[in-house]
């Protein structure tokens, strides 16, 4: 399932944290909530319709439980934006037991289209929370920027 | 921060006594409003330190702190190996050694009007800033491990830097005791072309007024008159202190489990100091603060070029570079006796007093030069360490500002064209890529710096010496 975060029914969100920010995803499936939360990690950066698909990235890894798993797909996601030097705007995830697997599309960062405010440093252990809240997923944590 | 829960103790220190798991107390410095304006968090969190193994006389919390992850910003605490003390990663953060540096030039005010916006322009081109910028410094496996056992001290090897820099920052430039092995290959390639680059979020490099002097015999010996032009970089371990932070975080939370330790906070991920999961953290910390080090000096160097362009005149020489995220092994007094302990200062500022023997001696008779970064556009200060405050704060003050309000109210609150504007109209010219990060970083959403150097001075942390307004900011 391919998640765009212009067309998509689920969402995300970020919510407040006094120096950092809180990103959150929402979804009908953990792969979406997942992918939710990564659309809010770029819009912490910059305006998420704005990033280009020209380029994609696969991940593939496994931790021991959800929120481990989130924490570690954040911050794969940080990791490949600052090394390759993208942007990513547009999200495949599939999830099976703790086993992510994830293409992730998007483009080199033109710091006169994107406009970056911040550069994200890594996502944290504060507010981590994967979770079904009543037949809803939610995949959240702060990130330091 | 409700301040019934403290107990005043003097003026401005404000203390909870142990309860529950504390093994110490908590002591905020603070007046009323600044305390009252602390999130609940900061004394949550300050408990939570309070609580890890091997801590020693209290957790504190300075005058600017707010709300972290694990530890809070501003946040001082110190472990005793001996007694099973940690190393926590989450107690230094994410952008390890973070710090400033505050450099003369030998001008004035009248030298740099006619030029400030070429030298502006000129720093926002030659200096790369900024989410995606890169350095013209590439790195292979070798040099990146030189220099991350080398500092400063490599830098300036180099060629980028100049040797007299090294006696003017902590650690005289080089971190001992660095394991460049400890760093991983994935920290190491996300470092491979961010040398020498500022970064963004609050980072800066501005061009700065002496505006006031408070403490003249000071002021004289750090070579600080009113109407000097000086100029202060503020600015960390770029991606690799950021990965180290992220890898250890987890390596860690992995340790304290096997060694028993209870965390009240999975984000306060701790080690005991002497286990394989604190050597290897400390190793590869200790490499962070050098790629720090080297990499303020590396900035130092890309700015005395530009200025030798534009006011070749000017004279770039060093005051100082403390850093204010990290974990260091220290000397201090506690009853009467030395002991040697792992002093984590999150958003905290070294600040040794008169006489300390690891200062240079140009600053034995005044103590240490503590500078605190205030938010853009508004008044930074130069602090110097006091005699006393080992038993306040173990040899701590402030960092900063700290922010007062969300990034994300910030952007609701204010345009960053506005921002820019309005700071133009005063005089201070600015350059950066993004205005959606000038409205996130407006003046308005952090505290009023001079509230908090006032207390750090006032609670014998730091005295004050002078402020310094900005003329030129250059940010990520």
């Not at chain 1, 934006?81 to 703790?98: E, P, S, T, Y």
């Not at chain 2, 015999?217 to 990965?243: K, M, N, P, W, Y």
């Not at chain 2, 570079?321 to 000397?331: A, G, I």
């Amino acid at each position: 399932m391919v998640h765009r975060a212009a067309d998509y029914p689920g969402h995300w969100e970020h919510f407040s944290h006094m120096a950092d920010v809180g990103i959150r995803g929402v979804g009908a499936t953990v792969d979406e909530a997942f992918a939710q939360a990564a659309v809010a990690l770029t819009a912490a950066i910059t305006e998420p319709s704005k990033v280009r698909y020209d380029d994609s990235v696969q991940l593939d890894f496994a931790s021991t439980d959800l929120e481990t798993l989130l924490f570690e797909w954040l911050n794969a996601l940080i990791y490949e934006m600052a090394v390759r030097k993208m942007l990513f705007g547009h999200f495949q995830v599939h999830i099976d037991d703790c086993h992510l697997q994830a293409q992730v599309w998007g483009e080199r960062v033109n710091r006169f289209r994107h406009q970056p405010a911040v550069e994200v440093k890594g996502a944290t252990y504060t507010e981590l929370r994967v979770a079904n809240d009543d037949g809803v997923w939610v995949a959240q944590c702060i990130i330091d920027v | 921060m409700d301040v019934v829960d403290l107990t005043q103790s003097s003026e401005y220190t404000w203390q909870l006594a142990p309860r529950g798991r504390m093994r110490v107390p908590v002591i905020i410095y603070g007046n009323r409003d600044l305390i009252a304006d602390m999130d609940d968090k900061v004394l949550h969190q300050a408990i939570n330190v309070a609580t890890l193994p091997g801590i020693v006389t209290a957790s504190y919390a300075m005058p600017d702190a707010h709300w972290g992850y694990g530890f809070p910003i501003g946040g001082v605490a110190a472990f005793d190996a001996d007694q099973g003390g940690v190393v926590s990663a989450g107690g230094v953060g994410f952008d390890i050694s973070c710090g400033v540096r505050t450099l003369h030039t030998g001008l004035q005010v009248a030298d740099l009007e006619l030029k400030k916006f070429i030298i502006a322009d000129t720093l926002y081109e030659e200096i790369p800033v900024g989410v995606g910028s890169t350095g013209r410094i590439r790195l292979d496996d070798a040099q990146m491990d030189e220099m991350l056992t080398g500092g400063a001290k490599w830098a300036v090897e180099q060629g980028w830097g100049s040797p007299a820099d090294l006696e003017r920052s902590e650690e005289h430039g080089v971190m001992r005791d660095a394991l460049p092995d400890e760093v991983s290959a994935r920290a190491k390639k996300r470092q491979r072309n961010e040398m020498g680059t500022l970064g963004s979020g609050n980072h800066y490099l501005e061009i700065q007024e002496v505006s006031e002097i408070y403490d003249q015999h000071t002021a004289e010996v750090f070579g600080l008159h009113t109407g000097d032009i000086v100029v202060t970089i503020h600015c960390g371990s770029r991606g690799l202190g950021h990965q180290i932070g992220t890898e250890f975080l987890k390596d860690m939370a992995q340790a304290a489990h096997q060694h028993g330790i209870d965390l009240p906070d999975r984000e306060l991920a701790c080690a005991p100091i002497r286990s394989p999961a604190g050597k290897r953290y400390l190793g590869a910390m200790r490499a962070a603060i050098n790629c720090a080090l080297a990499n303020r000096e590396i900035i130092t160097h890309l700015t005395r070029q530009v200025f030798a362009k534009i006011l070749p005149q000017a004279r770039l020489e060093l005051l100082f570079d403390v850093s204010h995220n990290t974990c260091k092994l220290e000397q201090h007094e506690i009853d009467g006796e030395i002991r040697r302990l792992y002093v984590h200062r999150k958003g905290a500022t070294r600040a040794f007093g008169p006489g300390h023997p690891e200062l240079p001696d140009a600053f034995q008779e005044v103590g240490q030069p503590v500078l605190i970064g205030g938010s853009m556009g508004t008044a930074s200060h130069v602090l110097a360490g006091n005699s006393g405050n080992d038993a306040l704060s173990f040899e701590s003050a402030c960092h900063g500002a700290g922010r007062s309000m969300s990034r994300r109210r910030a952007t609701k609150t204010w345009r960053g064209r506005h921002v820019v504007d309005e700071l133009a109209a005063r005089g201070i010219v600015v350059r950066s890529p993004s205005m959606r990060g000038i409205a996130e970083e407006a003046p308005g959403a952090y505290k009023n710096v001079d509230a908090v150097v006032d207390v750090a001075d006032r609670a014998g942390l730091a005295r004050k010496v002078a402020r310094v307004t900005p003329v030129v900011c250059v940010k990520g």
